[in-house]
């Protein structure tokens, strides 16, 4: 989260206020808790102000801009969460729809129109998985295999996205990119 700020705010350096999308997921609240706490303390970094906001349908989705509005939010970043991704689709709908600027947690957000992500590469992800499954297949046990972690990220961008929304990003970060689409 604390580089995915930073990136926003070389973007948009005129930011002072991101709005974090958040969801209320049982199993994981500490854990939602603690990514909070790391993007109210990565936003104080970069110079940004961050309140989170829940944006659970589309229904929501007046509620939520009319908060935005008042609080005056120049951006939209989001936690790395299982509903987030899953409503994707929806959050760079009204992300588009407020004409804000938003990065995202992974590059399937930026596949699906979003302006640019922040994350590690999935794709490779699961590949590593791929690699673990087979271990266990052939009779490792589950709970004597190292424990990995991403160590590649990947900024990715849309083009397309950010001409259509209107923002003219910097030079400088548009050469920082890994992937640059449309």
Not at 41 to 58: D, H, T, V, W, Y
Not at 86 to 112: G, H, Q, W
């Amino acid at each position: 989260g604390s580089k995915r700020l930073q990136l926003f705010k070389e973007a948009f350096p005129k930011a002072s206020h991101v709005a974090i999308a958040i969801t209320r997921e049982p199993n994981v609240t500490q854990q939602i808790a603690k990514q909070m706490s790391e993007m109210h303390a990565a936003a104080k970094m970069n110079g940004l102000e961050a309140l989170p906001i829940e944006i659970r349908s589309r229904k929501s989705f007046a509620d939520a801009a009319d908060v935005l509005r008042k609080w005056h939010a120049d951006g939209i970043s989001c936690l790395d969460t299982a509903v987030n991704f899953f409503n994707r689709d929806m959050l760079i709908e009204f992300a588009a729809a407020m004409k804000l600027p938003a990065i995202y947690t992974s590059r399937e957000f930026v596949d699906s129109g979003g302006l640019m992500s922040y994350g590690a590469n999935t794709e490779r992800s699961y590949r590593r998985a791929a690699t673990y499954v087979d271990k266990i297949l052939k009779g490792a046990q589950p709970a004597e295999l190292a424990v990995e972690v991403p160590t590649q990220y990947e900024l990715v961008i849309n083009q397309k996205t950010a001409k259509a929304l209107g923002f003219n990003l910097p030079a400088a970060i548009v050469q920082k990119a890994d992937k640059l689409i449309g």
